[in-house]
């Protein structure tokens, strides 16, 4: 049952990494398609400013939870995904320094540097993320030692690089939707454009992932057994068609809601048919890692539990607030001498 | 082999370059709430400005130490998987712990206080820069007693094929993590103290803004100058706690062979570099060894020549590290101290001011030899006494771990370079002038 409890909790953790951080790795990534100029820049770079930073904790916390959870998996996972982890890792890191340092200095030749590692270091982990997750869901060559059995490019097969350019655009139009609402002028006008015209290929991407999960993982049969998890699922196909709904009609914070749906959704999905196990081998049914063979003593999902109960609401609580304070549309007397990184 | 060698490297690397950003972070974010605080209660703009200026330099290395911060819990289970395996029930919650109750605060809270100035109340944006001062410092708690459970393992029985946790409390109480977490925090102060100190130093050189920059050196001379008295007496109690609980180290740290009683500290030693014994050791000072590990000269202290060579630490890195550690420390002494006495007519003692600002790089020298001595020092286990280093290393394919290793180091020094160029040009260009700051 604790186990059971953590698998949920673990999803979710990622679920809303992917919601939150997955805007801003989608702004990161539409920086150099969608402004024009130097004020459409930094309106871009302010969008994301004041919440990033703690946008990324959900993926710190995500991982501590994965190590202090389920040890074995986390470290069968992590190594086996080394190159792919490690790519992740550099581009978060070129990225942090990116938002933090554009602005510090005057100069196009140290602008444009950083605008182009941004780009990068958004775009890659967006992608990466996708391209591991799809493999995680239809399973790794990892043997029964819980080495890995193969290389970075056996990762890069045709399902893990449909899950790859899913979580790319989705990251896009999410990051499309959130510099509509928080940007002024041409650059909100065409934010939308660019929502409107990336939901199309999301569309198409998510119902191919839909089906070719149905031919290249189990994912299915959790929800074959148990029919009222399709919700799951449901959440999100609601969530994609509701969002191009409030998109056009102007509700861009419901339209940004129901993006964010689709994002939770579509982890949860695979998550929910991926229970109960956490990393499945693709050579061995007997050396797939599951919640039950990987998972911490009870002692340690006890106390952790209790941690996590009492501290994620308060977390929610707090960065909902950060939200709330800072859910204006960014000024014109804000991007000149305004404060910032 | 080589997977170990290169994943070691690259920990290596990653560690300390982490740890040349969290010191300044964990030490002038108390110094920038201070100086917000004197700013809220007096109305003096003064301090406001000095927060804003001070601020602008936290931020640039803040940005770093939280970004080198999220590759270390990744290289945990990258590199050292055999490791995670093995400890992740006790070490991994350590971690997770850190992120919910700690990591959050910081990231979110320094996000407000850097957008929040005029958005938020000044009461509430004050409060956010002390949240991100005591998330910080509460951060450093839950990574140190991690670290002290890997120098000294508690609270766990093995079970199963690892390390299980049996008792949370003695895990997160346990003397040595509170002893070492005092030790590195105080090491931090003293850095964030001296890097004030040395950038208000150079504007006072230049005799700009003295009286901003006056104000900013007492600030920090005061906060050095009681954490390097501390730090004297405090790392004694932490060589005490070595002392009892891991022998080699201490062995090591001194470069001490053979078992005795009455154990002297030699004021001279070279170690040789490989082999046994020491090349040179001159002016023993008898009995203070064992009187710094057990209070009494007449304790006996075991030697390096009475463990056997598989169970000993690098010796020559371990003893450089604490000579050099301690050395510095004592200096940090002799500077506040002389600081404080010519503290109301600095601009007067420009050799002084000289010297303070050249010693900029010493502490982070000191707080990265501590480090070194820790870590170095516990080899050749990687949990004390339960694991070595050699057993929990990944599985993984050597040139992964080359391919990364080399990117790490040019990918880190560049960044680096980046960031210290950046810090040294906005210290250099001073704070904005008052009539903008209101």
């Known amino acids: 049952m604790l186990e059971t409890i953590w698998f949920v909790l673990w999803g979710l953790l990622w679920a809303i990494y992917f919601m939150l951080d997955g805007f801003d790795l989608g702004a990161g990534t539409l920086l150099p398609f969608i402004a024009k100029d130097e004020q459409e820049k930094r309106l871009v770079y302010k969008s994301m400013g004041p919440f990033w930073d703690g946008n990324e904790v959900w993926l710190i916390t995500a991982g501590g939870v994965t190590f202090a959870a389920f040890p074995t998996a986390y470290a069968v996972m992590f190594s086996s995904l080394y190159s792919a982890l490690m790519l992740v890792l550099f581009a978060l890191i070129i990225r942090g320094v990116a938002l933090e340092y554009r602005n510090k200095v005057e100069g196009h030749g140290w602008r444009d540097g950083w605008d182009i590692l941004l780009f990068v270091g958004s775009a890659a982990p967006a992608l990466l993320f996708g391209v591991a997750f799809a493999n995680i869901f239809q399973g790794i060559p990892i043997d029964t030692e819980g080495v890995y059995r193969g290389t970075l490019f056996t990762l890069l097969n045709p399902y893990g690089l449909l899950g790859g350019l899913l979580f790319l655009c989705l990251f896009c139009y999410h990051g499309a939707v959130w510099l509509a609402i928080k940007s002024f002028g041409e650059l909100k006008e065409r934010a939308i454009i660019f929502a409107k015209v990336l939901w199309v290929p999301l569309l198409i991407l998510a119902v191919a992932f839909l089906v070719a999960s149905w031919f290249a993982t189990n994912l299915y049969a959790n929800y074959l057994a148990i029919p009222v998890l399709w919700i799951v699922p449901a959440i999100a196909v609601v969530g994609l068609l509701a969002t191009r709904w409030f998109l056009e009609q102007g509700a861009l914070w419901n339209t940004w809601f129901a993006s964010s749906a689709v994002a939770v959704g579509a982890t949860l999905f695979g998550v929910v048919g991926l229970f109960p196990n956490l990393l499945p081998s693709s050579l061995d049914p007997k050396a797939s890692l599951t919640i039950y063979n990987a998972a911490s003593s009870p002692l340690t999902l006890k106390i952790m539990l209790g941690v996590a109960l009492i501290m994620v609401p308060v977390v929610i609580a707090y960065q909902i607030w950060v939200y709330h304070t800072f859910r204006h549309e960014v000024t014109a007397e804000e991007l000149v001498n305004g404060e910032g990184y | 082999m080589e997977v170990l060698i290169l994943s070691r490297l690259q920990f290596a690397a990653a560690t300390f370059f982490h740890f040349l950003f969290v010191p300044l972070t964990l030490g002038l974010s108390i110094l920038v709430a201070i100086m917000q605080t004197k700013w809220y209660t007096s109305g003096d703009e003064e301090y406001k400005r000095m927060a804003k200026f001070w601020g602008k330099l936290f931020l640039i290395n803040f940005g770093l130490g939280i970004v080198t911060g999220i590759t270390l819990e990744f290289q945990f289970g990258t590199n050292w998987s055999r490791y995670s395996a093995y400890v992740g029930d006790i070490f991994g919650s350590l971690l997770a712990i850190e992120a919910t109750l700690a990591f ?273 020092g516990r080899q050749p286990w990687l949990v004390w006494g339960l694991m070595r280093t050699s057993a929990g290393v990944s599985p993984v394919d050597p040139s992964q771990v080359a391919v990364s290793l080399i990117a790490f180091i040019l990918f880190y020094g560049l960044l680096g370079a980046v960031a210290f160029w950046l810090m040294a040009r906005f210290a250099k260009k001073g704070p904005a002038p008052a009539t903008a700051a209101a």
Request: proline share 5%; no cysteine; aromatic share 14%.
């Open chain 2, 104 to 376: 959050f605060l910081e990231s979110t809270f320094i996000a407000v206080w850097v957008f929040g100035w005029e958005r938020i109340s000044p009461k509430l944006h004050l409060a956010s820069i002390w949240l991100v001062a005591f998330a910080s410092n509460m951060s450093a708690y839950w990574i140190i007693s991690a670290n002290a459970w890997m120098q000294h393992p508690v609270g766990y029985v093995v079970r199963n094929g690892r390390a299980e946790l049996s008792d949370f409390i003695a895990v997160i109480t346990q003397r040595f993590a509170v002893i070492e977490f005092i030790h590195t925090v105080s090491g931090a102060y003293i850095l964030a103290g001296f890097f004030v100190m040395g950038i208000s130093a150079y504007h006072l050189l230049k005799k700009q803004h003295v009286s901003f920059f006056s104000k900013s050196f007492r600030l920090a001379l005061a906060f050095a100058l009681i954490f390097s008295l501390f730090e004297v007496v405090q790392g004694h109690l932490n060589g005490a706690e070595v002392a009892a609980t891991q022998p080699t180290k201490l062995a090591a740290m001194e470069s001490h062979w053979k078992t005795e009683k009455y154990a002297p500290i030699y004021a001279f030693v070279i170690p040789k570099l490989s082999g046994e014994g020491n090349l040179v050791q001159i002016l023993p000072i008898p009995g203070a060894l064992s009187m710094l590990a057990y209070h009494t000269p007449s304790a006996e202290v075991k030697g390096l020549s009475d463990f056997k060579p598989e169970d000993r630490p690098p010796v020559f890195l371990t003893f450089a590290a604490f000579r050099t550690m301690v050395a510095l420390g004592f200096l940090f002494v002799v500077l506040t101290i002389y600081g404080f006495v010519i503290r109301k007519k600095l601009t007067e003692h420009p050799k002084y001011l000289r010297i303070m600002l050249l010693a900029i790089p010493l502490p982070y020298i000191a707080n990265e030899a501590g480090w070194m001595l820790a870590e170095v």
